[in-house]
């Protein structure tokens, strides 16, 4: 797993977990860290393996034995990056970007059980579903051409198991998710985080590749320091 620090003048610990094929390469994920660091954070970034063969092991526990370290952050994790964020211990607020606790509806449970069935982490699956259009629209070429293009039973099987030990979702998280994004199960945020927790914005799985991100900025760094208080603060703030 790579991890990478940016800002390490930066005033206060970040941990950001990022996406399932997401780089910090990537112009729309450099645009966010960029809004992290412009903020006084200290953003730790880990790049997740695209194949993985145990999820402890290749994702949580690696990230896990650094956040130990830190003397109290705060947690940022997007997409597979909340997968993992939600089993950490030590952040003071937990804020997730379309956080992947469940597949969309283009990926049939039927053939989700089926290919994780098979005893292989050989990546022979094609990738689907990971275009411009359910990324958002502000998805580079550069993001699109070094996507993951196969993927694995294995990893498959890997995912649907950490999705069903999904833990507790602590009391004042808050999620930031798109009604249009096709790629996660937003059943899954419903069942887990209150609707007042709950930041819908226009755009799809990407919140930074979204047309209208800088209008989420600061709600976003709001949540950061200040929890689900912000966004109840927000939500009871005359129009």
Do not use: K
């Amino acid at each position: 797993m790579r991890h990478r620090i940016f800002e390490d003048g930066g005033e206060e610990d970040l941990v950001f977990v990022m996406g399932w094929g997401n780089r910090w390469t990537h112009e729309n994920v450099s645009w966010l860290i960029g809004q992290l660091t412009e903020a006084g954070y200290r953003v730790h970034a880990f790049e997740l393996p695209t194949n993985v063969a145990d999820f402890r092991a290749d994702w949580l526990e690696p990230v896990a034995e650094y956040v130990v370290d830190l003397d109290g952050y705060q947690l940022l994790g997007h997409s597979a990056g909340a997968l993992v964020g939600q089993a950490l211990d030590g952040a003071e607020n937990h804020v997730y970007l379309s956080p992947w606790w469940g597949f969309g509806d283009g990926y049939p449970e039927p053939l989700l059980s089926a290919v994780a069935r098979l005893p292989t982490a050989f990546p022979f699956l094609p990738v689907w579903g990971m275009n411009r259009e359910a990324l958002g629209e502000r998805a580079s070429d550069h993001q699109l051409a070094t996507a993951p293009a196969w993927t694995s039973p294995a990893f498959v099987r890997e995912i649907r198991r950490a999705q069903a030990e999904l833990l507790l979702i602590d009391h004042d998280a808050v999620v930031f998710c798109s009604l249009t994004d096709p790629l996660i199960d937003l059943g899954a945020i419903g069942e887990r985080v209150p609707a007042e927790h709950v930041v819908l914005y226009d755009g799809g799985h990407e919140l930074f590749s979204a047309p209208r991100r800088e209008a989420y900025v600061d709600p976003l760094l709001e949540a950061l320091a200040d929890g689900a208080d912000a966004v109840e603060e927000r939500s009871a703030a005359p129009a």
